[in-house]
């Protein structure tokens, strides 16, 4: 069952879908959306996102957003989605309020996977009900009511997110630093690929930034400008008919051997290898 919700002075689109595989074609003629999945059943659900396979566990939650290509692979389970599009709820407006940008919504090449316990399970079933009737109640205010439930719910996704990462107890300026980095590489790796151009946005040192990566055991900031250049690179060559020449002009090299240097070191395989082996 999808519950769709629109305004169509602004472009705002929200939906509740009860089996999102079955009916995630209903949401392709909407661009830009973002999704959160939870799996309410009791056995797992097999997601392929970028080419790459993830198992969705009973009781737990990730999220898509429209830079990623998403297919399920052999799965019939039902899984409950809500997805919305930025006219509808802005992460980046709201990220002063909910601090998700990054944790749980882009920065993140591989999607999160956050298991809800069964405490928070009551909580989540609760808020889930209370989503179901706003769905159903058509009044001037749904918008609104709709905007409230869905930041209560990224909010509560979030801080079960941070609960369960290897260092839950990082202070809350480092992880904000590590977070807004992944945002900004997310956002400007066309154009940006050191790490002195991102520390200049952040007013950090680049010795600053990569002590604090180190200490954390978290990639190096080189290492995960070069690996979203080549999440890009792997996406186009999987998903559309460009030559590598286009996509590197696309990504802003002077000449291809630079791509193709690049993507080697970081995949091991040329970019002709890496799509001939996915086919």
């Not at 590489?185 to 991102?198: A, L, N, P, S």
Request: with cysteine; charged share 25%.
């Amino acid at each position: 069952m999808v519950y769709s919700y629109q305004e169509k002075d602004v472009g705002a689109f929200f939906a509740l879908s009860t089996d999102y595989i079955n009916e995630f074609e209903q949401f392709e003629h909407q661009p830009s959306l973002i999704s959160i999945h939870w799996n309410k059943g009791d056995e797992s659900i097999l997601l392929n996102v970028d080419g790459v396979d993830l198992q969705l566990q009973p009781h737990q939650v990730t999220t898509t957003t429209f830079l990623q290509h998403l297919t399920f692979p052999q799965s019939s389970a039902s899984l409950t989605s809500f997805t919305f599009n930025r006219e509808f709820y802005c992460i980046n407006d709201h990220d002063h309020e909910t601090s998700c940008n990054g944790i749980i919504f882009f920065g993140n090449q591989r999607p999160p996977l956050t298991s809800i316990s069964p405490e928070e399970q009551k909580k989540f079933d609760m808020l889930y009900e209370v989503f179901l009737e706003e769905c159903r109640t058509r009044d001037t205010i749904q918008g609104e009511m709709l905007r409230i439930l869905l930041k209560r719910l990224i909010i509560k996704i979030t801080r079960l997110t941070k609960d369960q990462s290897p260092y839950p107890d990082l202070p809350e300026r480092q992880r904000d630093t590590i977070r807004k980095f992944n945002v900004l590489v997310d956002i400007h790796y066309k154009e940006k690929r050191t790490v002195q151009d991102y520390a200049d946005l952040l007013f950090k040192s680049p010795k600053t930034l990569s002590n604090l990566f180190a200490k954390y055991e978290q990639k190096s900031p080189l290492q995960i400008i070069h690996e979203r250049i080549v999440l890009e690179v792997k996406r186009q060559l999987l998903y559309t008919s460009k030559s590598t020449k286009e996509i590197a002009h696309e990504l802003g090299f002077n000449d291809v051997g630079s791509l193709h240097r690049l993507f080697k070191r970081v995949v091991g395989q040329t970019p002709q290898q890496f799509k001939g082996n996915q086919n």
